[in-house]
């Protein structure tokens, strides 16, 4: 068996007797697991009389030090420490819907003055956020990654006992190196008045970490999409396990399971307010207005419905997620509710699918490979969940958002 980092065993067989269980479904990922850089991590929750969950976590293939890349799924624990930033500042006039406008102070930094998709047509936080939990913006979490700064996001994952995962860069920009060490300046507007001005920063740490798996492929498209025939590195890169993810999604959903000191320094209108959007569909939203056809309603919920815009909602199933996908890796990391049956359950999986072996040429079998098995597992487990006895069935009144 294996150890999470709170000491709980985990059980290393269950998921895949599931598996094999379900062979018609899996078989292609459990003949070569390995190639597919799958990692599950599924955790049973129990009430006591009292409501208070505990936890029962099974594995498969979870290993921190074995490296997926973690794409979007990096922006949730920086959404976290925006918002505790604030709290912490305490500065009146200065909350999350304040204006908020970066500048710039080293090359490749950009400058945001306006929003055109709130409906205030200015940036803020809460806006940021929103764009980040319903459709994974990047720009929206740059500017949250800029705000709390490198360091602090590295500070406070070591804090929250996050010891595998290491954030080091924006997203989507080809942030890296020197540049990504350096973070805009930032004013923060209450109306026309400046109540907070933060400096641009630099954070000189590196991070290291101890990590397998880091060199993949046979080759990968450079910066001048010119084909070069060697693997691909992503040393230098994000870092966030499986084991970690879980372990920040489970104290944002559930602070009561945790000693004061150890809960995330956040309000209850925070926690409200980054649980309605976790949960959110695209399609029921206002500001931003998505295109359905381009983000329908159950865009991001990979792990309960793939990623068919066809597919049918079930009312009485709510998901607060975060996903990711990037360098052929699709990643989801959920908290599944059902309001009907009382059933409630956590899942993170990732799985890889890059046939061609080549990176950054954008041929991934995101559609065809990892949506598929994201939903089937979820589906699975689902329907394992349905038949599992409990003594004390949950109060999930909490996670009924309008």
């Not at 912490?88 to 908020?100: A, W």
């Not at 976790?278 to 309960?304: C, G, Q, R």
């Not at 040429?361 to 065809?368: A, F, I, L, M, V």
């Not at 409990?390 to 109060?395: G, N, S």
């Amino acid at each position: 068996m294996a150890t999470l980092a709170s000491g709980q065993k985990l059980n290393t067989h269950f998921i895949e007797k599931l598996l094999k269980k379900n062979s018609n479904l899996f078989d292609s990922i459990l003949k070569a697991p390995d190639h597919k850089q799958v990692q599950i991590l599924y955790t049973q929750i129990d009430r006591d009389k009292n409501n208070i969950p505990h936890f029962k976590s099974y594995g498969y293939r979870v290993d921190p030090e074995w490296y997926f890349y973690p794409a979007s799924t990096v922006k949730l624990p920086t959404l976290i420490f925006a918002l505790e930033k604030l709290n912490k500042l305490n500065i009146p006039g200065l909350n999350k819907t304040s204006t908020m406008i970066t500048d710039s102070a080293f090359k490749g930094q950009t400058r945001v003055l306006k929003d055109s998709t709130s409906e205030s047509g200015l940036p803020s936080i809460e806006h940021y956020i929103k764009k980040i939990l319903l459709t994974s913006d990047n720009d929206a979490y740059n500017r949250l990654f800029e705000f709390v700064g490198r360091s602090e996001v590295n500070a406070r994952l070591k804090a929250n006992g996050v010891l595998h995962s290491r954030i080091l860069n924006r997203l989507a920009i080809g942030d890296g190196g020197e540049s990504a060490k350096h973070t805009n300046p930032i004013k923060f507007y209450d109306g026309d008045k400046l109540v907070y001005s933060q400096e641009a920063q630099y954070d000189e740490k590196d991070y290291p970490l101890t990590l397998t798996n880091l060199t993949r492929g046979r080759g990968y498209m450079n910066s001048d999409d010119k084909l070069v025939m060697q693997p691909y590195s992503f040393a230098n890169k994000n870092v966030y396990t499986a084991a970690d993810q879980q372990h920040i999604l489970k104290k944002l959903l559930f602070p009561e399971a945790f000693p004061g000191n150890e809960q995330f320094y956040l309000k209850p209108d925070d926690y409200t307010l980054i649980y309605k959007y976790m949960s959110m569909y695209p399609t029921e939203s206002d500001y931003p207005k998505y295109n359905p056809k381009e983000f329908w309603t159950a865009y991001s919920k990979f792990l309960f419905y793939g990623h068919d815009p066809a597919a049918k909602i079930d009312s009485n199933i709510r998901i607060f997620n975060k996903y990711g996908d990037s360098y052929g890796y699709v990643i989801d990391n959920a908290y599944i509710v059902d309001f009907k049956n009382h059933v409630e359950f956590m899942l993170f999986a990732v799985v890889q699918s890059n046939n061609d072996e080549i990176y950054n040429d954008e041929k991934y079998e995101y559609e065809t490979v990892c949506y598929p098995f994201l939903k089937n597992l979820g589906q699975v487990i689902y329907q394992h969940e349905l038949t599992r006895k409990k003594k004390y069935l949950p109060d999930l009144t909490k996670f009924k958002l309008r």
